[in-house]
C-alpha cells in the first residue's frame, strides 16, 4: 500500500483543498469547509505514510537526510500548523495563504536532490531539530502549567467572592483559557517534531554502527508516554468543547506538566543511556573506536596510520581536546 503512494495523492488533495477555499470567497455556506477540511486530512495522512515509507526504505543510508526530504517534512510542518489554525480559528481564510506554500515545497521538492547527506552531516541536522524541539516544547508546557495555575487560582477567587489583593492581580479567565489551550496544541507540535527527530536521528547512528539509544530505554518511553498523553489531550480540548470553557483545560496543562517532571526526572536520574552522564562522553566514543578506526584506516593514504589502536588513540586525543 506504501508503494502505491506518490506526491502527487498528497498534492491534488491539498489542491482540492485549496480550489474550496477559493470558492468559498463566492459562497456563504457551511458545508465546502467540511469538504475542504476532508481533503487536507486526507492529504495529511497520505503525506504522512509517503514520509514513512521514505524513512523505512532508507536501508543503511541516513533516512529523511536529503534536501528531497527535507522540502517535504517543511510541507508536513506546515500542514501540521494550518490544522492548528484550523481548530483554532475555524472560519479565518488560513488556507488561502498557506496551502500555496505547501505546494511551493512539495514541488520544489521534485527538483532536490534525492541522495541523502553524509551521515556526520545528517546526525547534526537532526540532533539540531531535535533539541531545538524539545526546548520548544518544554517552554510551552511550563507556560500552560503557569496559565493554569493561574486560571484555577483566579477561578477560586471568583468562586469565593475574594477581591484581588494589590500584588496578586492575575489575567481574566477567558485570556488564560486561550492560553491554555493554544499551549496545549504548540506542546503537542513541538514535542511531536522533537520524539520524531530523536527517532531518526537514533536510526542514523543504528545504521552507522555509531552508539545509539535502545528503543526500550526510560527516556524513549517516558517521551514517548508525554507525546501519547499531549495529543489525547489536545484531541480531547479540540472534539469537546467544554473543556475550553472550564478549569478541565487548566487540569490538562497541570497534568502535562507532571508528565514533564517525571520524564525530566527519568533524563536526570533514571537508569539510562541518554546523555554523556549515562554513558556518553569519553566511554560512549570509546565503544566505537574499532569501527572509527577502520573508517579513518579507509580514508587516509597508506602508511599514514599503522594500526587500529593508532587510530583509536588519535580519534580519542581529538575529541577529549576539542570537549575540554
Not at 515545497?105 to 521534485?110: C, K, S
Not at 511531536?192 to 545509539?212: E, M, P
Request: net charge positive.
Amino acid at each position: 500500500m506504501l508503494d502505491g503512494i506518490s506526491t502527487t495523492c498528497f498534492a491534488a488533495s491539498y489542491t482540492v483543498a485549496l480550489g474550496i477555499e477559493l470558492g468559498r470567497l463566492f459562497s456563504y455556506a457551511t458545508w465546502p469547509r467540511k469538504l475542504k477540511v476532508g481533503c487536507a486530512a486526507a492529504g495529511m495522512v497520505a503525506h504522512t505514510l509517503y514520509i514513512a515509507s521514505r524513512a523505512t526504505a532508507a536501508g543503511n543510508t541516513s533516512p529523511l537526510s536529503s534536501p528531497y526530504d527535507w522540502y517535504l517534512l517543511s510541507a508536513w510542518t506546515l500542514m501540521a500548523i494550518y490544522f492548528y489554525f484550523e481548530v483554532q480559528y475555524g472560519r479565518a481564510a488560513v488556507a488561502l495563504f498557506l496551502l500555496p506554500l505547501v505546494l511551493g515545497l512539495i514541488g520544489a521538492a521534485q527538483f532536490a536532490d534525492t541522495e541523502p547527506f553524509a551521515p556526520l552531516r545528517a546526525s547534526r541536522g537532526w540532533g539540531n531539530i531535535h533539541g531545538t524541539s524539545l526546548l520548544f516544547g518544554t517552554v510551552s508546557v511550563l507556560i500552560g502549567f503557569v496559565a493554569g495555575l493561574m486560571y484555577l487560582l483566579q477561578s477560586y477567587q471568583l468562586k469565593h467572592k475574594m477581591l484581588p489583593t494589590e500584588g496578586l492581580r492575575l489575567p481574566n479567565l477567558e485570556r488564560l483559557g486561550t492560553i491554555n489551550s493554544r499551549s496545549i496544541a504548540w506542546s503537542v507540535l513541538f514535542i511531536g517534531i522533537g520524539f520524531g527527530s530523536g527517532v531518526v536521528l537514533n536510526l542514523i547512528k543504528h545504521q552507522q554502527d555509531d552508539a545509539y539509544l535502545p528503543w526500550n530505554d526510560p527516556v524513549v518511553l517516558s517521551f514517548a508516554g508525554m507525546f501519547l498523553w499531549l495529543l489525547i489531550a489536545n484531541i480531547f480540548n479540540w472534539a469537546y468543547r467544554p473543556v475550553r470553557l472550564g478549569k478541565k483545560v487548566a487540569y490538562l496543562t497541570v497534568a502535562s506538566f507532571l508528565f514533564l517532571v517525571v520524564s525530566m526526572a527519568v533524563l536526570l536520574f533514571g537508569p539510562t543511556e541518554h546523555g554523556a552522564r549515562h554513558g556518553g562522553g569519553e566511554a560512549a566514543l570509546e565503544a566505537t573506536l574499532p569501527n572509527r578506526a577502520s573508517h579513518v584506516q579507509r580514508l587516509l593514504p597508506a602508511g599514514d596510520v599503522e594500526t587500529p589502536d593508532d587510530a583509536s588513540r588519535a580519534i580519542l586525543a581529538l575529541a577529549i581536546w576539542g570537549n575540554s
